[in-house]
C-alpha cells in the first residue's frame, strides 16, 4: 500500500531477508521435572547458530518536495517485530505428563 502526499509518503511492503541467529536453550535430555512446582530445570543447555529466511512487513516513510528530486529524504524505516520469531527443533509436549 502506498500513502502519498506533496511533501511525504508511505509504503508498506513485504521484504525477504536472510538472517543468522545465535540461540541457546535447554537441553530437553538434561532436564528434571519439579511435579510440584510445574517447572523444568535444565542441567546442559544447547548453543547453535541458525539460519532462516522470513517475509516480514516493512514500512518506509519518505520526505520529499513535489518539484525538487534532489530533496528526496528516507525519514524511518520500520519492520513488524512480530514478524521475526526464530524456533529450535524442540519436541513438543514437554514436560511429559
Not at 539460519?51 to 513535489?66: C, L, N, P
Not at 524505516?77 to 527443533?89: G, Y
Request: net charge negative.
Amino acid at each position: 500500500m502506498l500513502n502519498v502526499t506533496e511533501e511525504e509518503a508511505t509504503l508498506n511492503t513485504e521484504a525477504e531477508v536472510t538472517f543468522d541467529a545465535d540461540l541457546s536453550y535447554g537441553d530437553e535430555g538434561s532436564a528434571s521435572y519439579d511435579s510440584e512446582d510445574k517447572t523444568v530445570f535444565y542441567h546442559d543447555y544447547i548453543n547453535e547458530t541458525v539460519q532462516r529466511t522470513k517475509v516480514i512487513s516493512v514500512e518506509i516513510a519518505v520526505f520529499y518536495k513535489f518539484d525538487d528530486p534532489a530533496s528526496f529524504e528516507i525519514n524511518d524505516v520500520s519492520i513488524d517485530e512480530d514478524s521475526i520469531l526464530v524456533q529450535a527443533s524442540v519436541h513438543e509436549g514437554w514436560p511429559y505428563k
